[in-house]
């Protein structure tokens, strides 16, 4: 799954005109699926009757036929109702496909028990049939660690039973996207971790591990059960449907019943990413009464949140962590791995690392060039992104290239991130507890085995004293967002009462004008640039009329899901 062609998407910082057509999402699949397209689909992907996309023939017609695809159709081309000879006919989701027990073992599917096969044929044969699964899904009244109050972000527990059901539904789940051709990209165009990421079940599940917490239910004692990924605990969540997340990204539940599916897998992560830039606000929590009833899975985490500003506005209760679980977990309703990462405010080891580290997403991580979104609340927390005017003549021109410009300017390569300050993890690998940047703490994050993936951290390199524990290399980073995006935070400066270079420099941005940025803009830069952004919308005395009107627009068409 190649994903350069996002890259070509970057509109140049210097041209933020107006003009342009419509903003419809569809409009623009030219924009990033023509220029080299994926593996696995693509141009070449073709659109069913019934509204699905189907999945292309890659083959020549003298080519020999594909074993495994042809394991995909049964007698007269009907859905097969069993997974084994799917799996017999294609290893690589044979050997994806593995099952952590409780006790830490590892099993690939062809060395599961009649029972689990069967099971998942159940799960399975359950959502081909459009019916209820027959599963129990959790309950986060009685799941949660004992004694800890919902407003404590902790983790859930899973018998060994309910456990394989949640990641059995989860690969029934993916195994129905890819048999089904329900989208213009192959699990086997996935590099191997990617597929893992998909179909076996440490995503999803973590084993208890023996330690001296208290908080772990008896059910779920080492060996014996499971609970939440340490990825998850700082906003306790689980997957039971597959179709939950699936009804968002493929349109009935979302922005007026607009499908989000691209005709690429790169194109379709635009949209996700759009979807949360529209849809998503920052929460602060919630109380006891209120999360167990919303918070938890992901169906209730894609309700509006009660009372919220605009009626329809999705929760993100946890901040990043919270939204980069939503963000991933719609990308694995279309077989679109999206891996968690913890990232750092600052390259230091003071406090327990998951009470000190953000949320963010790494995308295509199993290839060379992958891309990655330090920190979710970019999107969406931060106000940063682009503004377009109701009628597609705004700052950006049109949505599409609104979007566009969104998704080049927070989805950065290695090389770009580390440009910027931030020094990228090698190989993404786990943080393990009491190991570098695991250190400290013990109590019931102890439990696991270890934290999830590590993505990195912002080197420290402050220059004076505003920066208030954050790096100033991150601070510049949001700077230059900010000149690329024509922020909202920079035209209000600009626009302000005070001394805008004054307040640049030393109040708004931290320090991002001091020499140690690797990209140094002055005062004027800035000043240049707000003008350029706001000469569409008549300047200064527009912004607050625009503002308004871009609001009630992209948060009055966020339709409840």
Not at 326 to 347: A, E, F, K, Q, Y
Not at 496 to 501: E, I, K, N, V, Y
Not at 517 to 534: E, F, G, H, K, M
């Amino acid at each position: 799954m190649r994903l350069a062609m996002v890259l070509a998407m970057v509109v140049v910082a210097a041209g933020c005109g107006g003009g342009g057509g419509g903003d419809d999402v569809e409009a623009d699949a030219a924009v990033d699926a023509g220029a080299g397209g994926d593996a696995g689909g693509g141009a070449d992907a073709g659109g069913g009757g019934d509204g699905s996309v189907m999945m292309a023939d890659a083959a020549s017609p003298d080519a020999a036929p594909d074993p495994c695809r042809l394991s995909y159709r049964g007698a007269g081309g009907a859905p097969v109702r069993t997974l084994g000879p799917v799996m017999a006919a294609c290893p690589d989701l044979a050997a994806a496909t593995e099952w952590q027990r409780p006790d830490g073992t590892r099993v690939p599917y062809p060395s599961w028990t009649v029972t689990e096969r069967a099971r998942l044929d159940e799960l399975y044969q359950a959502l081909l049939d459009d019916r209820a699964l027959p599963l129990t899904c959790p309950d986060p009244t009685t799941q949660r660690a004992t004694g800890v109050p919902a407003t404590r972000a902790s983790a859930l527990y899973f018998s060994a039973t309910q456990g394989f059901d949640l990641y059995a539904a989860q690969v029934a789940g993916a195994l129905q996207v890819e048999l089904g051709g329900l989208v213009p990209w192959s699990l086997h165009d996935l590099a191997p971790s990617e597929r893992r990421w998909l179909l076996a079940s440490d995503s999803l599940l973590s084993i208890v591990v023996p330690s001296q917490a208290t908080e772990v239910p008896a059910y779920a004692a080492p060996g014996v059960g499971f609970q939440s990924p340490a990825r998850r605990s700082n906003a306790p969540s689980y997957l039971c449907d597959p179709r939950d997340g699936r009804r968002v990204a493929l349109g009935p539940g979302n922005l007026a019943g607009r499908s989000l599916l691209g005709a690429s897998a790169a194109e379709t992560l635009r949209n996700l990413t759009w979807w949360v830039a529209s849809n998503v606000y920052h929460g602060a929590g919630a109380t006891d009464a209120v999360l167990p009833a919303y918070g938890y899975s992901l169906r209730e985490r894609l309700r509006p949140w009660p009372g919220s500003a605009t009626g329809s506005g999705v929760n993100a209760v946890f901040g990043c962590q919270s939204a980069a679980h939503i963000l991933s977990d719609l990308g694995r309703s279309v077989n679109l791995p999206l891996l968690l990462v913890g990232t750092m405010d600052l390259d230091r080891r003071s406090g327990h690392y998951l009470n000190r580290t953000h949320a963010g997403l790494a995308y295509d991580f199993g290839h060379a060039t992958p891309l990655y979104l330090q920190h979710v609340d970019d999107l969406y927390a931060l106000q940063d992104r682009a503004w377009v005017a109701p009628a597609g003549a705004g700052l950006f021109g049109t949505r599409a290239t609104e979007q566009a410009a969104l998704v080049a300017a927070k989805w950065q390569t290695r090389a770009q991130l580390e440009a910027s300050g931030f020094t990228v993890a090698p190989d993404l690998g786990p943080v393990l507890p009491g190991v570098g940047v695991g250190v400290n703490g013990r109590g019931i994050y102890e439990t696991y085995a270890d934290y999830g993936a590590y993505l990195g951290a912002w080197r420290d390199g402050r220059s004076d004293a505003v920066a208030l524990g954050f790096s100033s290399y991150a601070m510049g980073y949001w700077a230059e967002a900010q000149y690329q995006l024509c922020g909202a935070h920079l035209l209000r400066e600009y626009c302000g009462p005070s001394d805008f270079a004054t307040r640049l420099d030393v109040v708004f941005y931290g320090g991002a004008l001091a020499a140690d940025r690797p990209i140094v803009r002055t005062a004027a830069d800035y000043a240049a640039r707000s003008q350029a952004c706001l000469a569409p919308v008549g300047g200064c005395a527009g912004l607050a009329g625009y503002e308004a009107s871009w609001r009630t627009t992209v948060f009055g068409s966020a339709a409840g899901n």
